[in-house]
């Protein structure tokens, strides 16, 4: 079935750095898709989203871009900080009332 | 604004017994969402209500989970009888409505059957 999936699992950066966790989507009727932070013993936090009819959206130290020609998308967090440190969902739907699908997760450690 | 509120946050019995989890989502958000987490992956939606209406419960195992919305307010999840692979977060979301795709999760119950 289709699936959305994330590129590498663990990501260390260091503080300061900037940090980009990548994700491949394989719906291509997927059109809105949203980043996600989860900290350890929390639920899921909305950090930015954005959809298919754009390419690129900036929020603060966030920037999410999609490439739907290769249905990729990317989350680029600019100066990260020892707070970043989480696991990064990102997760698709396509129109109407459908279910978010989520990946796999990507871990970002923080090196201070 | 409060958020989600699930209890218990974590929960521990033996295989083929049963557990309930419940969750209070945000003050006037109609669509209410249960996911499960397993280690280790992204959240699998079990089953969304609006208001106190199904609106898709095609990935919940009916022969042992339920849940239910009565008042269209509060939510629980049941499952009965428990196995193993059950083990993982439970995870209640709530959103202004279906229309409103960013929803709001809350803490999760962790759930681990031995």
């Known amino acids: 079935g289709e699936s959305v999936g994330l590129h590498l699992p663990t990501l260390s950066v260091q503080e300061g750095d900037n940090s980009i966790i990548n994700c491949a989507y394989s719906n291509s009727a997927s059109d809105y898709f949203i980043w996600y932070k989860q900290e350890s013993g929390k639920g899921p936090q909305f950090i930015i989203d954005i959809r298919s009819n754009m390419d690129k959206r900036q929020g603060q130290r966030v920037t999410v871009l999609l490439n739907k020609t290769v249905k990729h998308l990317s989350l680029q967090i600019a100066a990260t900080q020892p707070g970043d440190s989480a696991v990064y969902f990102c997760a698709e739907k396509d129109s109407g009332n459908t279910p978010l699908v989520f990946g796999k997760g990507t871990r970002l450690s923080v090196i201070a | 604004e409060a958020g989600v509120a699930q209890s218990p946050r974590y929960k521990i019995i033996e295989k083929r017994q049963s557990v309930a989890f419940w969750c209070n989502p945000i003050s006037g958000h109609a669509t209410l969402y249960w996911y499960q987490q397993i280690l280790g992956q992204g959240p699998k939606l079990l089953i969304q209500f609006q208001n106190n209406g199904v609106v898709d419960d095609s990935q919940l195992p009916k022969d042992r989970f339920s849940a239910e919305r009565l008042k269209g307010v509060d939510s629980t999840l049941k499952i009965q009888p428990a196995k193993l692979e059950d083990s993982a977060v439970y995870l209640c979301?709530?959103?202004?409505?279906?229309?409103?795709?960013?929803?709001?999760f809350g803490p999760g119950t962790r759930l681990t059957v031995t």
């Open positions: 979301a709530s959103s202004l409505d279906a229309g409103k795709d960013e929803q709001y």
